[in-house]
């Protein structure tokens, strides 16, 4: 293989954390998949803090590809779609692609994006065809698709799917970015000039288990909510009119009865609950606004979101045998707690 080009067509960025399971397996599938692409390309691995031997498998695959091969090592853990940006401002290439390392999207579908893309669509999303995930992941997706449609205005029918291309005016829109705690494909949703999406397939995860609980998933749902949208804001200040006006109401009709058929014990309990009621409002809307308060307090702090320890790459000139040259820890985003 010629040596890749200094502004690739296609690069494609894969978050890695502790994906040694099956990352000899995605090598075998992805390379040949690139390579019938008859276009060049890069492979952006970024290595998000991983605490098994998948840093050594990395940089031994670099060695047999540096060509095409580029690692971005993390200082520590930040998250997959930290990982993500990282790559972005890493990669060179005109298409960006995201995939995952657990082979659940077929590498063989990139070539199904990429030929979208030029098309002349800068954002190409992708469905499931059919999901190999569990029953409450499936509906529990479904779900919360719906509602954050409705709410955030971002219309991505399959928010989990990590399969994505994303065109150059769009990453470096994101690049410039520097949002602490964000959603990369709605960030590009909101980006993106035209926009569109493919089915695609889905298949097992070819080793590991998912890094995302039940809880993370409805952390990284609630992010995306409040991180596009202020409308939870919006709606629980319309609730807290509206609850007002009811109580008021309450007190008015107690008052009256208690002035015309004198006071009762008999409603106590319905007050306890309505008051128990009222509490649980009170609190969830404190929560939430401590959602804002907090997004706020990270940003403002303006410490870096991420640490790039190391990148490993053939500078122009090497030899490709060369062993992986080192780079000066160097920090990269600003805002990450």
């Known amino acids: ?6 502004k690739p067509e296609i690069s494609v960025v894969i978050p890695i954390y502790n994906e040694q399971a099956g990352l000899a397996a995605l090598f075998a599938r992805l390379y040949p998949a690139l390579d019938k692409l008859g276009a060049s390309y890069e492979i952006v ?6 605490r098994d031997n998948s840093v050594s498998i990395l940089a031994e695959q670099f060695r047999q590809r540096p060509d095409v091969t580029r690692v971005v090592l993390f200082n520590g853990n930040y998250g997959q779609h930290m990982a993500i940006l990282a790559g972005f401002e890493a990669s060179r290439g005109e298409i960006m692609i995201t995939l995952d390392a657990d082979l659940q999207n077929p590498p063989e579908e990139i070539g199904n994006l990429v030929a979208k893309m030029r098309e002349g669509y800068d954002y190409v999303g992708s469905i499931r065809r059919k999901r190999q995930d569990s029953a409450w992941r499936t509906y529990a997706s479904k779900a919360m698709n719906s509602l954050r449609e409705r709410i955030t205005n971002i219309k991505i029918t399959d928010q989990g799917n990590m399969l994505r291309a994303y065109g150059r005016n769009v990453v470096d829109l994101m690049n410039q970015c520097a949002e602490v705690n964000t959603f990369v494909p709605a960030l590009a949703y909101r980006f993106a000039r035209k926009p569109t999406e493919i089915t695609v397939e889905h298949e097992e995860r070819s080793a590991g288990e998912s890094k995302y609980s039940l809880y993370s998933l409805i952390r990284l749902n609630f992010d995306l ?3 596009f949208s202020l409308v939870p804001l919006q709606f629980y200040s319309m609730m807290g009119m509206l609850m007002s006006l009811l109580s008021g109401l309450l007190v008015l009709v107690l008052l009256v009865r208690r002035l015309f058929l004198g006071a009762e014990a008999e ?3 319905t007050l306890f609950a309505i008051t128990f009621f009222f509490m649980g409002v009170i609190l969830f809307g404190i929560g939430l606004l401590g959602e ?6 990270q940003q403002v702090r303006a410490r870096p979101r991420y640490v790039v320890q190391t990148i490993l790459q053939q500078k122009p000139g090497e030899s490709v045998d060369m062993p992986p040259p080192g780079v000066e820890k160097r920090t990269v985003g600003r805002g990450h707690d």
């Open 225 to 227: 909510v409040t991180g």
């Open 292 to 297: 804002y308060v907090g997004r706020i307090f």
């Open 1 to 6: 293989m010629t040596a890749m080009l200094m």
């Open 45 to 50: 691995f970024v290595n998000d803090g991983s």
């Open 267 to 269: 409603g106590v309990f």
